[in-house]
């Protein structure tokens, strides 16, 4: 049995310890396990596991298209100390330097201060993501009491009630369509997109995520919108960081019509981005909803984006 | 494991009659074997101690469900259960306000000038205040249920002691992992502290559960979602692991009675090693639960068929209890 929770409180402890009186060092252990204090001397140093595009759950029949990537074989599966974990792997970490290598008379620097960089933070914040995906992702659905207003409107009408209006409450429970742009101008966010996918595989189940890539600008050629009224959210940067030459370079005409596409299947499209609004492109007003992807990401500049109105 | 137990049962707790060898999961919770059921009994007596709510993890058909019921009435206490969905909201689990019921006594010219009226009360305000919990809503004053009779959808009730009011109360919350990820958040003030307030009342009704015997709170997780962490952090966290082939020969005892027990030893230690080999920790899915147990002994018995493993009839009974295919294996929702 293991218990994998934040501690409640020293006060717990000294309550649980207190009224169990335990007589024995393995029960006494126990107790403070169950109440997530490990006892002085127990806790094990552990790698924090990182999520990775090969450890990334996918929907069945939805294979993402493999990556060349060559990664480490991943190591024994461990709990994860930090919930949606709160670092991305450094592009080091995956592909360490190769050793032994000088240049002639230069000396070589401490291989430790060259394999190691300081871990990246996620684009997003992690203790701010729950409410980031709540905000992005909510679809109102008439799932509320019932609608007053509405059925005074219709009663003074003396109009039937055949059924009972009913209000509009934000819910995920549809789950999220993900696109994820693995075009070059997207390489350098590949691990905040696995990062990010992890997280709403954690937030909204496995079965809540249905994740699909494209590269360069949608759709591939099958591309099916999901259910009606579920959000689609697409990480990309919408031909934005276009570098020359750029081999997944697409016209930025192709996307309006992919956004009409998602739109008359009744989907809400929602896009993260990684560059200011000053880079957006103009002819997208309106088409989408765009999100800046950065750290000052949140809830409420989501909900300013979307506006009172929307969503 | 020594120390002052406030909840000590016996290795098995049977509160069955007339159910002996019922068909379908054993939710109810009126057998739970607790000998080698490790730290279960432990972490009943720390929820009790401490007054948090016990979160317990563990594969489907592991005793999750079951324990709260076993619990209360090992304890002597009243019992609530509610069974989560993805429509339930917090206030569910509070109070519900009948507005269909408002609507149609104003259509009647029989409204009830007093809105408390058509108040009802959930499961945590039952079971943190039963006495106003009883002067609410239409069955106000009513006579308090029968054991196992049952109140809205998805609740399940054992509302009923010698005396009422100052019976603690178990409650279960089943399977939060299937509400909407805001809902545990909205729960925080309730569990945490026992108490909330009633804002469709006439007057603010704030609702309190008595310090001395506050309710016992069971929350159960298939982890098909994470559950955030303030809300973890309020809670004592138990993970059920796979039942091992003696807890499965007592659990079969406990079902079928005690003759047949070396037809019992027999099956669990194929079906242990069987699911071991077949979704074992190297495949990454989990053993063999308790349910899929009791079905292989049920069919085993009413089929008349010899648990051998070179008997082919036997062999398509282990396939279809235990070797499912994977995505049914892996998809519990």
């Avoid at chain 1, 020293?10 to 169990?20: C, F, K, P, T």
């Avoid at chain 1, 697409?250 to 009744?266: N, S, Y």
């Avoid at chain 1, 750290?295 to 109105?309: F, K, M, Q, Y």
């Avoid at chain 2, 929820?47 to 076993?70: D, H, V």
């Amino acid at each position: 049995m293991t218990s994998a929770r934040a501690p409640v409180s020293v006060g717990d402890a000294i309550r649980a310890l207190g009224q169990l009186r335990p007589t024995d060092e393995k029960t006494r252990s126990r107790v403070l396990s169950l109440l997530g204090l490990e006892p002085a001397g127990a806790a094990e140093t552990r790698p924090r596991p990182r999520p990775t595009a090969t450890a990334r759950p996918t929907s069945p029949g939805r294979e993402r298209p493999a990556v060349a990537r060559e990664e480490p074989e991943p190591e024994e599966p461990d709990e994860d100390p930090s919930p949606l974990g709160d670092v991305v792997p450094s592009s080091l970490d995956v592909h360490p330097r190769p050793p032994g290598v000088g240049i002639g008379d230069v000396q070589e620097l401490p291989r430790g201060d060259t394999t190691s960089l300081p871990t990246i933070e996620p684009l997003l914040r992690p203790t701010w993501i729950r409410g980031i995906v709540s905000a992005a992702l909510s679809v109102p659905l008439p799932d509320g009491p019932p609608d007053a207003e509405r059925i005074v409107e219709k009663l003074a009408r003396l109009q039937p009630l055949e059924e009972i209006p009913r209000r509009r409450a934000p819910t995920l429970r549809l789950g999220v369509q993900l696109l994820l742009d693995s075009s070059v101008r997207m390489a350098p966010f590949a691990s905040d997109q696995a990062w990010l996918e992890h997280a709403l595989h954690r937030i909204l189940g496995e079965h809540g995520v249905e994740s699909r890539a494209f590269v360069g600008a949608p759709p591939p050629p099958d591309y099916e919108p999901p259910v009606a009224g579920t959000p689609v959210l697409l990480l990309s940067d919408l031909g934005i960081g276009r570098p020359s030459p750029d081999p997944d370079w697409r016209d930025p005409a192709e996307w309006p019509a992919f956004a009409a596409l998602v739109r008359r299947a009744g989907c809400p499209l929602t896009a993260f981005v990684p560059y200011p609004p000053s880079r957006w492109p103009q002819r997208l007003a309106g088409q989408l909803t765009i999100v800046q992807w950065d750290r000052l990401t949140s809830a409420a500049t989501i909900r300013g984006t979307l506006g009172p109105s929307a969503r | 494991m020594s120390y002052r137990k406030r909840f000590d049962p016996k290795d098995v707790e049977d509160f069955s009659s007339r159910r002996r060898g019922s068909v379908g999961d054993r939710r109810d919770g009126l057998v739970y074997v607790y000998r080698a059921a490790g730290d279960v009994v432990l972490a009943v007596n720390v929820a009790l101690a401490t007054g948090r709510p016990l979160l317990i993890r563990g594969p489907s058909g592991s005793g999750k469900s079951s324990l709260a019921y076993n619990v209360a009435r090992v304890l002597g206490y009243r019992y609530f259960e509610q069974v989560i969905t993805a429509r339930t909201t917090a206030v569910d689990l509070l109070w519900r306000f009948d507005v269909v019921q408002r609507l149609a006594d104003a259509q009647a010219d029989a409204i009830k000038e007093d809105p408390s009226w058509y108040v009802e009360p959930g499961v945590l305000w039952r079971a943190f205040d039963p006495q106003s919990a009883r002067r609410q809503g239409p069955q106000a004053d009513a006579e308090p249920k029968a054991p196992g009779r049952g109140g809205r959808d998805g609740e399940r009730a054992l509302d009923y002691g010698p005396d009422l009011d100052s019976t603690p109360a178990v409650v279960l919350l089943d399977e939060i992992d299937k509400a909407d990820p805001d809902v545990p958040n909205s729960l925080l003030v309730p569990l945490g502290s026992f108490e909330f307030t009633v804002t469709d009342t006439r007057d603010p009704l704030p609702v309190r559960a008595s310090r001395k015997r506050p309710p016992l709170v069971f929350i159960t997780t298939n982890d098909e979602r994470e559950l955030p962490p303030a809300f973890l952090r309020r809670c004592l966290a138990l993970e059920l692991p796979p039942p091992t082939p003696e807890q499965l020969v007592a659990i079969a005892k406990a079902h079928f009675g005690v003759r047949g027990t070396r037809l019992y030893a027999r099956i669990a230690d194929q079906i242990v090693k069987r699911a071991d080999d077949a979704r074992g920790p190297r495949r990454g899915l989990p053993g063999a639960s308790a349910a899929e147990f009791i079905d292989a002994v049920r069919a085993a018995r009413e089929l008349d068929v010899d648990p051998d493993p070179k008997n082919p009839d036997w062999v398509k009974i282990v396939e279809t209890t235990l070797s499912k295919p994977r995505d049914q294996v892996t998809d519990t929702r």
